[in-house]
């Protein structure tokens, strides 16, 4: 079964600091990799997503992950945060063919010191 | 904003009760995805349908049904409540039943089981 591991639980940074947000994942197969953000008392909204192709994929807020299956991690970066960024950050892994249920790691919270 | 809308925001509610949170979808999109995010458990794929039908299942307790109507709408119904059952409720629609396709996320709703 597939699983999600992202080994920070709390990340803090100062602003204007570069970022990167560790993911390991399991799945056999080609996986389909996202990283969505979650700001407090909101929804989930998606920074970006991995499905095939280019291993850099490019995000919106400026965020960028690399797909690396050697090593089985989708790492988040990000050159210079801004205090707004403060949030929890979530990678995520969909099966491929018919299965569409995402499996979520445990999440990474970030703050960012002024 | 994703598009989705669940409502209600907030429910507060005593062990034992039923209650029923609703979801409308993006407009067009055919798949529903219901999630729990608890301390506990993360973020957890409860169920999923497609057009009306039963697509997909994850760990989703039997004390918890969901439908998918024909506007699409949908409703998770969650019975005998517990305390351990608090916790926010995420829908998220794709325009997809198989086949892999971003998920939009509602705001969530909160349930508090006293």
């Known amino acids: 079964a597939q699983s999600v591991t992202q080994p920070d639980i709390h990340i803090t940074v100062s602003e204007g600091a570069s970022l990167e947000l560790r993911c390991n994942y399991s799945?056999?197969?080609?996986?389909?990799l996202f990283w969505y953000v979650q700001s407090p008392g909101q929804g989930l909204q998606l920074l970006l997503k991995?499905?095939?192709?280019?291993?850099l994929v490019q995000g919106i807020k400026g965020f960028e992950a690399e797909f690396k299956r050697s090593q089985s991690s989708f790492n988040l970066r990000k050159p210079s945060v801004h205090w707004s960024d403060a949030a929890e950050y979530f990678c995520?892994?969909?099966?491929?063919?018919?299965?569409?249920?995402?499996?979520f790691g445990q999440g990474t919270r970030l703050t960012i010191n002024p | 904003d994703s598009g989705v809308t669940q409502t209600p925001k907030h429910l507060i509610t005593a062990t034992g009760q039923r209650v029923t949170l609703r979801c409308s979808p993006r407009?067009?999109?055919?798949?529903v995805y219901w999630y729990q995010q608890s301390l506990d458990q993360g973020l957890q794929f409860l169920i999923q349908?497609?057009?009306?039908?039963?697509?997909a299942k994850g760990n989703i307790l039997e004390r918890f049904s969901a439908q998918q109507f024909p506007d699409l709408h949908s409703e998770l119904n969650l019975s005998s409540l517990e305390l351990g059952d608090s916790a926010l409720y995420f829908c998220?629609?794709?325009?997809?039943?198989?086949?892999?396709?971003?998920?939009?996320f509602g705001p969530g709703t909160r349930l508090t089981v006293l």
């Open positions: 998220a629609s794709s325009d997809r039943g198989q086949g892999y396709n971003e998920q939009f």
């Open positions: 995520a892994v969909a099966a491929g063919g018919g299965a569409q249920k995402l499996v």
């Open positions: 349908y497609y057009n009306g039908e039963e697509r």
């Open positions: 407009s067009g999109d055919l798949s």
């Open positions: 799945y056999g197969a080609t996986p389909y």
């Open positions: 991995y499905f095939s192709g280019d291993t």
